[in-house]
T-cell receptor, first 118, second 114 residues
């Protein structure tokens, strides 16, 4: 079974600084999808960024970027120019390829609570 | 419309009650999901519907009964729940079951069983 590990239960950053959240995963598949989701106190899970495993280029979305190391099975999220609105719980998630018994299952890490200090 | 709408936002029910949670999306997504989330924990998958058919049931107790009446609507019927079933119930949808373009989540129903 696939597992996703976030080793940092909590992180903090000063406003306008940069912070990196770590994520590692375990899979025997070669083609899959990885996501970072943000869940603020409002409860809604918001998609921050996605990465396709067969693409070597790291995904970027404005101030958010990832460092995807496929061989190391590592998928870290970098938030640049942190803002107060970035404060939330961040989940790393893995989506398996089409086919197989896990098809359609999104596996989450345990989450990292990010605090942004003004 | 790029939203998944869940109702009600909050629900308090007794252990002998029957209630239903509703989830609706109008993005043309063909896969819909129910997740259960305890405080400060990741969401746990309960059910997956693909093209209105139940594809995955993660060994969920029968007191939770999902229903997908059409491609836009997903219900979760609740009966004889236990206090430990109190949690945030999240609905999500994706274009296809694989979700390679991402999953869109609703804001959830906060359920309290008394």
């Amino acid at each position: 079974a696939q597992t996703v590990t976030q080793s940092q239960p909590e992180m903090s950053v000063q406003e306008a600084e940069t912070v990196t959240l770590s994520c590692t995963y375990d899979t025997s598949e070669s083609d899959y999808y990885l996501f970072w989701y943000k869940q603020p106190p409002s409860r809604q899970m918001i998609l921050v960024i996605r990465q396709e495993a067969y693409k070597q280029q790291n995904a970027t979305e404005n101030r958010f970027s990832v460092n995807f190391q496929k061989a190391a099975k590592s998928f870290s999220l970098k938030i640049s120019d942190s803002q107060l609105g970035d404060a939330a719980m961040y989940f790393c998630a893995y989506s398996p390829p089409r086919g197989g018994t896990s098809y359609g299952k999104l596996t989450f890490g345990q989450g990292t609570i990010l605090t942004v200090h003004p | 419309d790029t939203e998944v709408t869940q109702t009600p936002k909050h629900l308090v029910m007794g252990m002998t009650n029957k209630k239903s949670l509703k989830c609706e999306q109008h993005m043309g997504h063909r896969a819909m999901y129910w997740y259960k989330q305890k405080a400060k924990k990741p969401p746990e998958l309960m059910f997956v519907y693909s093209y209105e058919k139940l594809s995955i049931n993660e060994s969920v107790p029968s007191r939770f009964s999902p229903e997908c009446p059409n491609s836009s609507l997903l219900n979760l019927h609740l009966h004889a729940l236990q206090p430990e079933d109190s949690a945030l119930y999240l609905c999500a949808s994706s274009q296809e079951r694989q979700g390679n373009y991402g999953y869109t989540f609703g804001s959830g129903t906060r359920l309290t069983v008394v």
